[in-house]
């Protein structure tokens, strides 16, 4: 179990309850108390249905109980339909009866202010003191699609959808229903629905945990606001790579409401947007940016075919089909190999002598008048070395030859074991009989190439981060404990400015400048001449951040009688910048040449943890935001991956006949420094080092420049 998890909570009872009780249940099925009760009989709801309100003797048909003292029997479900004052009184009703589940639809709770936020906080204790797991408030409901069981408000509760192995959490009730309905018209077929609501007690993440464990559930989906409990999401969705369960969440509201009025570059350079991308990413959560591609994902996903590369063939019976299709393959992270020459001798030898056999194939329309070369390319293809999966356009093929194609298409699947994924178009009129043969088999089918293209890259993204999470899981982080650090800062509010921030780095190994503190001149000059010339000199002061603003830089300072005029010069020019600022002094400091710049930081939020960012380094790194995080820890395959990630990567491998900087140096570093995040995690808020001065490989880096904000108890 991960540090931040806890024990998977069993939702059986919430999915398949025996019996059910609406409290607050109306007369009138058309309204939202009564809605629920008229969803569950016209589902043919096979349970105990117990309509609770004391005004009536009975609903729709029902016998009527004043409260759910007076029930014959203790439903699993309590569905909570009553007044926002009455809430806390129906849930300590349901704690005295020993109700498992309450489904609060009620709204004006966190969402409606302050002292919505305080009747919130009340609903919650009462509800985890007496042992009832709460969906809601201000939720719509949830949905059984595989057996039926509609339990909610809204017309979307009414209908009915496809079954199949994806199963969906909302944090959204209405734009939740409504991404089930579009999922299901573009063929997704489903396992769950829940809209969480404001989840005051049972949150996204625990659904996600149930559903990792739920054997009708292929592919888990969310719709996403934001998690409170976010430093669990990196340890549920390792958990669910393990267990082979992909998830496709559509995250919304990434942008930050507003900057931070913060002194430090890493905390200004994350937020949420980039802590919830850092989380995705290490996790394998495959990210979606609409209801469409959700759907092209998880459609993809549910079959449960992976590749075991990014190498795609692309076959269509019409060219421009596969010039989209291969722009958005190499948009999804998907390479278009060569084919093999006997591959290429093969069909060279079955299809017409116009047709283009490359990547993409086109075989022409003579696949129309001749199915066969479909199964002999297929087979062909499938067999390729090169190749790793198919993505195939076959536009409005239909009739007959469409029924053909498709049990071509999935025995090549089935006996090959390759991916196969389709884009057709044709009416469903007349292939609605080879459509049907492809969503048994769960072969994907797309109305267009490049959505076919997107589930090919959602395949390989996932294989990926299984194989990704394999080899983080062979190197693991190390863990360091300086508890003599920890001691030193606790109680400290001042922040620690460069001096003191570069010693508390190299206690964890990460290498620094040399470097001396001064109080005065005459001690610049001698440490500049002990340390070498030309050195640096830099204002030490935990109130003066950003030293070059302030005047308190001079770089290159060439001789000891510079070195006493820098000195006088600084602390003139940092007392005018900031007055009240304590001055601790100068530091002199070793220059470094021929190196690289780059900027590491910790951010350790609130919901996530401690972060680690790498990014370009100097006084542009602001401007320039090229910039990757992970949640720490980080380990030393994922520290080389967040390098990699920087659009500046070609920089510091050596591009345009630069000498390639010490990369594996800079991995290392990273490491450490997840390991301080994570040692610290009580006292540090921020840290920054900018500039790290990447060296030429094999020349290792130095910290060139630190700045550490504590915590305030």
């Not at 609770?52 to 409260?67: I, M, Q, S, T």
């Not at 400015?497 to 001396?516: H, M, Q, S």
């Not at 050596?654 to 420094?673: E, F, I, K, N």
Request: include cysteine; aromatic fraction near 6%; proline fraction near 5%.
């Amino acid at each position: 179990m991960t540090p931040n998890s806890t024990p998977t909570p069993s939702f059986d009872r919430l999915f398949v309850p025996r019996a059910i009780a609406v409290v607050g249940a109306s007369r009138d099925l058309g309204s939202i108390s009564g809605q629920p009760i008229a969803h569950l009989k016209a589902k043919a709801y096979k349970g105990a249905l117990y309509p609770v309100n004391p005004r009536y003797a009975e609903v729709a048909g029902l016998h009527c109980y004043p409260d759910l003292a007076a029930l014959p029997e203790t439903p699993d479900v309590a569905v909570v339909a009553v007044a926002a004052r009455r809430v806390p009184e129906v849930l300590a009703q349901a704690a005295a009866r020993r109700v498992p589940f309450a489904v609060v639809l009620t709204s004006g709770f966190a969402e409606a202010g302050d002292e919505g936020r305080r009747a919130q906080s009340e609903i919650a204790r009462i509800a985890r003191e007496g042992g009832v797991r709460v969906i809601g408030p201000n939720c719509q409901g949830y949905m059984n699609v595989a057996d039926g069981i509609h339990v909610g408000f809204g017309a979307p509760y009414g209908l009915t959808y496809r079954k199949g192995g994806v199963s969906l959490a909302s944090q959204s009730g209405a734009f939740g229903n409504s991404i089930v309905m579009m999922a299901n018209a573009e063929g997704l077929g489903f396992c769950r629905y829940i809209s969480t609501g404001n989840e005051s007690v049972t949150t996204s993440l625990d659904l996600y945990e149930y559903l990792i464990e739920d054997p009708g559930t292929k592919v888990i989906a969310g719709y996403v606001e934001g998690f409170q409990d976010a430093g669990r999401l990196l340890g549920v969705a390792r958990k669910a790579l393990r267990a082979g369960k992909p998830m496709v969440l559509w995250k919304v509201g990434s942008s930050e409401a507003g900057a931070r009025a913060a002194a430090s570059h890493t905390a200004n350079l994350g937020g949420a947007g980039a802590l919830y991308r850092a989380a995705f990413r290490q996790g394998g959560v495959i990210e979606a940016n609409d209801v469409g591609d959700l759907a092209d994902c998880a459609k993809a996903l549910a079959a449960g075919r992976l590749p075991r590369g990014n190498r795609i063939v692309v076959v269509t019976i019409s060219g421009g089909a596969g010039i989209a299709m291969a722009d958005r393959c190499s948009e999804a992270g998907l390479a278009l190999p060569e084919l093999d020459a006997g591959t290429v001798a093969a069909l060279r030898a079955v299809l017409p002598a116009y047709a283009a056999v490359a990547n993409p194939l086109d075989v022409t329309g003579s696949l129309l008048n001749d199915p066969q070369l479909l199964k002999v390319t297929l087979e062909r293809l499938a067999r390729d070395p090169n190749v790793d999966m198919i993505g195939l356009a076959l536009a409005a093929a239909s009739g007959k030859l469409a029924t053909g194609l498709a049990h071509e298409i999935v025995r090549v699947a089935d006996v090959l074991h390759v991916p196969v994924l389709v884009a057709w178009n044709a009416d469903p009129a007349s292939a609605g009989e080879a459509y049907r043969i492809l969503d048994e088999a769960g072969i994907p089918r797309y109305q267009s190439p490049v959505r076919c293209a997107r589930g090919a890259g959602a395949l390989w993204q996932f294989a990926r981060a299984r194989a990704r999470l394999a080899d983080i899981e062979r190197s693991p982080a190390p863990a360091v404990q300086r508890p003599a650090i920890a001691r030193a800062l606790q109680g400290r509010r001042a922040d620690l400015a460069e001096y003191e921030a570069k010693r508390v780095l190299a206690d964890y190994g990460i290498a620094v400048t040399r470097e001396r503190l001064a109080t005065s001149a005459a001690e610049a000059a001698q440490a500049a001449a002990e340390i070498g010339f030309p050195v640096a000199m830099k204002i030490q002061s935990a109130g003066i951040p950003h030293k070059t603003e302030a005047g308190g830089v001079r770089i290159g300072v060439p001789d000891a009688r510079a070195a006493e005029a820098a000195y006088a010069g600084i602390m003139a020019n940092a007392a005018r910048h900031a007055p009240q600022a304590a001055l601790d002094g100068v530091l002199v400091q070793e220059m470094v040449g021929g190196a690289t710049e780059v900027i590491l930081g910790i951010d350790n939020d609130a919901r996530f943890g401690p972060a680690v960012m790498v990014g370009l380094g100097g006084i542009f790194a602001e401007a320039i935001r090229d910039v990757s995080f992970r949640l720490a820890p980080v380990t030393l395959p994922e520290a080389q991956e967040m390098i990699r990630e920087l659009r500046a990567f070609a920089i510091l491998d050596g591009a345009r006949g630069r000498p390639r900087a010490d990369v594996d140096a800079l991995a290392q570093t990273v490491v450490a420094l997840s390991a301080l995040a994570l040692d610290l995690r009580e006292r540090v808020a921020e840290l920054d080092i900018n500039p790290l001065f990447v060296l030429p490989a094999g020349q290792g880096v130095r910290a060139g420049d630190a700045l550490i904000k504590l915590k305030q108890e």
